[in-house]
């Protein structure tokens, strides 16, 4: 197949550090070019990928600004239109839907982000669409969606090797925010009497939590704010780590970093809520709490000494290897592109 990809014109692919959704667009393009599919990737002109890449903007447009990505999106969709030839279009993000009207191709969109009111309203004028969900979580609260199905990220297992021992640390990734309890995963290390190594940063609109919240609980012994991390380093401390702290304030639809520390053989403690009910499976690659109860979390990490972590890698590559991720994303390919396909090939 012929399949476009659109990223973001905010973060290169694979981000050097922040970049869920252009995460998930280099695992998906480089598994369906392993797979011999031909491959076009819009995204950033310093991305680097395997498959073909087209760029309106050299590098990333930081901070993210609406305008840009329209304009991004905007280009995207008249390049397609005058190559013509592309088989499917996976776009990932609300503004693209609107823009799939304007080119006669089957077209996937993968919801990366938490139900709000604007998006849904994009997606009911839409009904042609096919939308994947990235948790069943995510899918119940979203709007219905007529043509919809659910598909966990996935990444690859070797750039994640298993470490079956740990540092005797606590870790908290990715962005510095309330919804992501950062504060909490704070207090829950002083808690459990255990170190706690931070890696991420606050987002401007995040600023006043975290100089309030954070920022005066660095002062605490036992604390290291590493900052924002290349995949290398942050391999290297999620390898070390004893657990990974989530203990998230909001229905969080996936996370990325549960899953990249499960690989490693690092159990994720978090709250249930979100989707992680589904992603973790406890006593396995993780345990849960019920939300806000801090000192359930704390006790968790205090008596994880002897954690299987080999088994907790072997379970995470069964259920989120880029592998599972990009089969069941071809499949969907298949069943949206059919008729077109088996009209191409009647008429050739």
């Given at each position: 197949?012929?399949?476009?990809?659109?990223?973001?014109?905010?973060?290169?692919?694979?981000?050097?550090?922040?970049?869920?959704?252009?995460?998930?667009?280099?695992?998906?393009?480089?598994?369906?070019?392993?797979?011999?599919?031909?491959?076009?990737?819009?995204?950033?002109?310093?991305?680097?990928?395997?498959?073909?890449?087209?760029?309106?903007?050299?590098?990333?447009?930081?901070?993210?600004?609406?305008?840009?990505?329209?304009?991004?999106?905007?280009?995207?969709f008249?390049?397609?239109?005058?190559?013509?030839?592309?088989?499917?279009i996976?776009?990932?993000?609300?503004?693209?839907?609107?823009?799939?009207?304007?080119?006669h191709?089957?077209?996937?969109?993968?919801?990366?982000?938490?139900?709000?009111?604007?998006?849904?309203?994009?997606?009911?004028?839409?009904?042609?669409?096919?939308?994947?969900?990235?948790?069943?979580?995510?899918?119940?609260?979203?709007?219905?969606?007529?043509?919809?199905?659910?598909?966990?990220?996935?990444?690859?297992?070797?750039?994640?090797?298993?470490?079956?021992?740990?540092?005797?640390?606590?870790?908290?990734?990715?962005?510095?925010?309330?919804?992501?309890?950062?504060?909490?995963?704070?207090?829950?290390?002083?808690?459990?009497?255990?170190?706690?190594?931070?890696?991420?940063r606050?987002?401007?609109?995040?600023r006043?939590?975290?100089?309030?919240?954070?920022?005066?609980?660095?002062?605490?012994?036992?604390?290291?704010?590493?900052?924002?991390?290349?995949?290398?380093?942050?391999?290297?401390?999620?390898?070390?780590?004893?657990?990974?702290?989530?203990?998230?304030?909001?229905?969080?639809?996936?996370?990325?970093?549960?899953?990249?520390?499960?690989?490693?053989?690092?159990?994720?403690?978090?709250?249930?809520?979100?989707?992680?009910?589904?992603?973790?499976?406890?006593?396995?690659?993780?345990y849960?709490?019920?939300?806000?109860?801090?000192?359930?979390?704390a006790?968790?990490?205090?008596?994880?000494?002897?954690?299987?972590?080999?088994?907790?890698?072997?379970?995470?590559?069964?259920?989120?290897?880029?592998?599972?991720?990009?089969?069941?994303?071809?499949?969907?390919?298949?069943?949206?592109?059919?008729?077109?396909?088996?009209?191409?090939?009647?008429?050739?």
């Amino acid at each position: 197949m012929r399949i476009a990809i659109v990223s973001t014109p905010f973060i290169r692919v694979p981000p050097s550090g922040y970049g869920g959704t252009e995460l998930f667009c280099h695992e998906l393009a480089e598994g369906l070019s392993a797979r011999g599919h031909e491959v076009t990737l819009f995204a950033t002109g310093d991305s680097v990928v395997s498959c073909r890449r087209r760029s309106l903007y050299g590098s990333p447009s930081w901070p993210p600004a609406p305008e840009d990505e329209v304009n991004h999106v905007a280009w995207v969709f008249s390049e397609i239109a005058r190559e013509d030839g592309f088989d499917v279009i996976h776009v990932n993000s609300p503004i693209a839907v609107p823009f799939t009207r304007f080119v006669h191709v089957p077209a996937v969109h993968t919801l990366h982000h938490a139900p709000c009111g604007e998006s849904s309203r994009i997606y009911a004028r839409h009904p042609e669409v096919a939308y994947v969900a990235i948790s069943a979580r995510q899918r119940a609260l979203e709007i219905p969606l007529p043509r919809s199905c659910v598909i966990h990220h996935g990444v690859t297992p070797a750039r994640y090797p298993p470490s079956l021992s740990d540092e005797g640390y606590l870790a908290h990734l990715g962005r510095y925010a309330e919804e992501k309890g950062t504060h909490l995963a704070l207090d829950i290390a002083r808690a459990a009497g255990l170190p706690i190594k931070l890696a991420g940063r606050a987002h401007p609109k995040d600023r006043i939590y975290y100089l309030q919240e954070v920022a005066p609980r660095l002062r605490e012994s036992g604390i290291s704010d590493l900052g924002e991390m290349g995949h290398d380093r942050k391999v290297a401390l999620l390898r070390g780590a004893r657990a990974v702290l989530c203990p998230l304030q909001w229905e969080e639809p996936f996370g990325l970093i549960a899953i990249e520390a499960m690989l490693c053989g690092t159990p994720v403690l978090g709250f249930r809520r979100g989707s992680f009910p589904e992603i973790v499976d406890e006593g396995v690659t993780g345990y849960l709490a019920p939300p806000g109860d801090l000192s359930r979390l704390a006790a968790l990490a205090a008596g994880l000494a002897r954690f299987d972590r080999a088994a907790c890698a072997r379970r995470a590559r069964e259920r989120f290897s880029s592998a599972v991720m990009v089969g069941k994303y071809e499949e969907l390919y298949r069943t949206v592109t059919g008729p077109r396909r088996a009209e191409g090939s009647r008429a050739a």
